[in-house]
C-alpha cells in the first residue's frame, strides 16, 4: 500500500488541453515535492512546497499543497507534447529529513 | 559542476547472484539516498548514508547493504537476489539531509534478475 497515492495513473490527452494530478495521503508531511521522470533518466525536481495552502506556479504548471499538509495538486494548463513523462509527488514526514516517500505516479501522454 | 552518475547502466544477473551498483554524489554533497524503483512503480527508499554513516533505512530485508566512502561516492550491495529485484536502483544526493534540500538523482542503474 502506497502511503501517498497519486490519481490518475495514466493520461493521454490532446494537446492544449489542461490536467490536474491529485497526490493524497492520510499522512501529514514536512513537505511535498513534485518530480518529473523521462525514460532512462532518474527523477528531476521541479518543485518544493512547505506551508499548507502554499500555491506555486511555474510557467503552466500549478502546484498547491493542501491546508493540512496531507495532499497535493498538480495543474497543467494548455499541455503541450514535451510535457509527457511521469510524474512523481514525494513527500518527507517529520523528523524523516529528506528520506522521501514516493507515490506511484501519473503517465501523462500529450498527444500533438 | 559534475552530476550524479552512476555505473553501470544495465546490469543482468541470475537468482542467488551478489550484486553491487555505485553512485558518485555532486561536488560537495555529504548525504545519499538510494531507491528502488520497480517497473510502472514509484521510487521506495532504501536507505541514506550521511558522512558514511547510515542514517535511515526503509523496509528493505538485510541483504541490502551499503556504504558510503570519505569522498561520499556510495555503493548498494544486493545478496542472494531474488527475480523481485528487477528494477531501475536510483541514487540521489543532496548538500545536506533537510528535508526541503533538493535531492539529485543519477539516472538509474536497470537490474534484471533472471
Known amino acids: 500500500t502506497q502511503l501517498l497515492e497519486q490519481s490518475p495513473q495514466f493520461l493521454s490527452i490532446q494537446e492544449g488541453e489542461n490536467l490536474t494530478v491529485y497526490c493524497n495521503s492520510s499522512s501529514v508531511f514536512s513537505s511535498l515535492q513534485w518530480y518529473r521522470q523521462e525514460p532512462g533518466e532518474g527523477p528531476v525536481l521541479l518543485v518544493t512546497?512547505?506551508?499548507?495552502?502554499e500555491v506555486k506556479k511555474l510557467k503552466r504548471l500549478t502546484f498547491q499543497f493542501g491546508d493540512a499538509r496531507k495532499d497535493s495538486s498538480l495543474h497543467i494548463t494548455a499541455a503541450q507534447p514535451g510535457d509527457t513523462g511521469l510524474y512523481l509527488c514525494?513527500?518527507?514526514?517529520?523528523?524523516?529529513?529528506?528520506?522521501?516517500?514516493f507515490g506511484g505516479g501519473t503517465r501523462l501522454m500529450v498527444k500533438p | 559542476e559534475t552530476g550524479v552518475t552512476q555505473s553501470p547502466t544495465h546490469l543482468i544477473k541470475t537468482r542467488g547472484q551478489q550484486v553491487t551498483l555505485r553512485c558518485s554524489s555532486q561536488?560537495?554533497?555529504?548525504?545519499v539516498s538510494w531507491y528502488q524503483q520497480a517497473l510502472g512503480q514509484g521510487p521506495q527508499f532504501i536507505f541514506q548514508y550521511y558522512r558514511e554513516e547510515e542514517n535511515g533505512r526503509g523496509n528493505f530485508p538485510p541483504r541490502f547493504s551499503g556504504l558510503q566512502f570519505p569522498n561520499y561516492s556510495s555503493e548498494l550491495n544486493v545478496n542472494a537476489l531474488e527475480l523481485d529485484d528487477s528494477a531501475l536502483y536510483l541514487c540521489a544526493s543532496s548538500l545536506t539531509l533537510t528535508g526541503t534540500d533538493t535531492q539529485y538523482f543519477g539516472p538509474g542503474t536497470r537490474l534484471t534478475v533472471l
Open positions: 512546497v512547505v506551508t499548507g495552502g
Open positions: 561536488s560537495g554533497h555529504n548525504t
Open positions: 514525494a513527500g518527507d514526514r517529520k523528523n524523516a529529513g529528506n528520506m522521501l516517500t
